[in-house]
C-alpha cells in the first residue's frame, strides 16, 4: 500500500459526458501528478501540482483540468469524453516539487461507452 | 523532448534464472532513472532507482547499472521467483526541478515455475 488513495476505482460513462477523479495524496506529500495509461500509449505524464498550484503540464487534452485543494487532494475533471478516453487514470504523490520518489495510487479505471 | 525506448516488451525466464531488462533514453540532461513495477491491477511500485552520479545501484536481488555516455540503462533481476512476474517500467527524468517523468513501453515479466 503506498498510502495514495483514489476515487471511484472504476467509473462507466457515456461519450459526452463529464467524470471527477479524486486523489489523495500520501500524508505529507505536497506534490501531485496525474497519468494516463492505455493500452497503446503507456504511462503518459498528463500534469503535476505542488501545494495548490499547478507546477508541470505533460500530454494533457484541453478537455481535461486538474485541481489540488488547500487540504492537498486533487481532482482531474474529464469532459466531452471520447471512446479513447478509456483508460486507467493513476495519481503520484511526492514529498515536494522537485522530489525525486513518485508513489502511486491503484488507479480509476475509466470505461467510455 | 525525452524519448525511452525499453526492451524486450516481453520476457519470460525460468524460475531461479536471471532477467535483464534494457532502456535508452536521449535527452542527456537526464539524470534520474526510476524503475517501477506494476502488478495486474495495481498501480506501479517504485522498486529501485539510480541517479545520474552513480553507475550501479543494488538491493537484494535488483540492481540497476547506468551507462551515462551510452545513455543506457539496465534492471538485472537475479533467482528470480514467481511472484517477480509483474510488467517493469524503465523512467527517465531531469530531477530536482523537473517534475515530467518519461516512462518506457513496459516489459511484460514472467517466471515459470
Known amino acids: 500500500d503506498s498510502g495514495v488513495t483514489q476515487t471511484p476505482k472504476h467509473l462507466i460513462t457515456a461519450t459526452g459526458q463529464r467524470v471527477t477523479l479524486r486523489c489523495s495524496p500520501r500524508?505529507?506529500?505536497?506534490?501531485v501528478y496525474w497519468y494516463q495509461q492505455s493500452l497503446d500509449q503507456g504511462l503518459q505524464f498528463l500534469i503535476q501540482y505542488y501545494n495548490g498550484e499547478e507546477r508541470a503540464k505533460g500530454n494533457i487534452l484541453e478537455r481535461f483540468s486538474a485541481q489540488q485543494f488547500p487540504d492537498l487532494h486533487s481532482e482531474l475533471n474529464l469532459s466531452s469524453l471520447e471512446l479513447g478516453d478509456s483508460a486507467l487514470y493513476f495519481c503520484a504523490s511526492s514529498v515536494d516539487s522537485p522530489g525525486y520518489e513518485q508513489y502511486f495510487g491503484p488507479g480509476t479505471r475509466l470505461t467510455v461507452t | 523532448g525525452e524519448n525511452v525506448e525499453q526492451h524486450p516488451s516481453t520476457l519470460s525466464v525460468q524460475e531461479g534464472d536471471s532477467a535483464v531488462i534494457k532502456c535508452t533514453y536521449s535527452?542527456?540532461?537526464?539524470?534520474?532513472f526510476p524503475w517501477y513495477k506494476q502488478e495486474l491491477g495495481k498501480g506501479p511500485q517504485l522498486i529501485i532507482d539510480?541517479?545520474?552520479?552513480?553507475g550501479e545501484k543494488k538491493d537484494q536481488r535488483i540492481a540497476v547499472t547506468l551507462n551515462k555516455t551510452a545513455k543506457h540503462f539496465s534492471l538485472h533481476i537475479t533467482e528470480t521467483q514467481p511472484e517477480d512476474s509483474a510488467v517493469y517500467f524503465c523512467a527517465a527524468s531531469k530531477g530536482r526541478g523537473y517534475q515530467k517523468v518519461t516512462f518506457g513501453t513496459g516489459t511484460k515479466l514472467q517466471v515459470i515455475p
Open positions: 500524508s505529507g506529500d505536497l506534490s
Open positions: 539510480i541517479r545520474s552520479n552513480v
Open positions: 535527452d542527456s540532461a537526464s539524470n534520474y
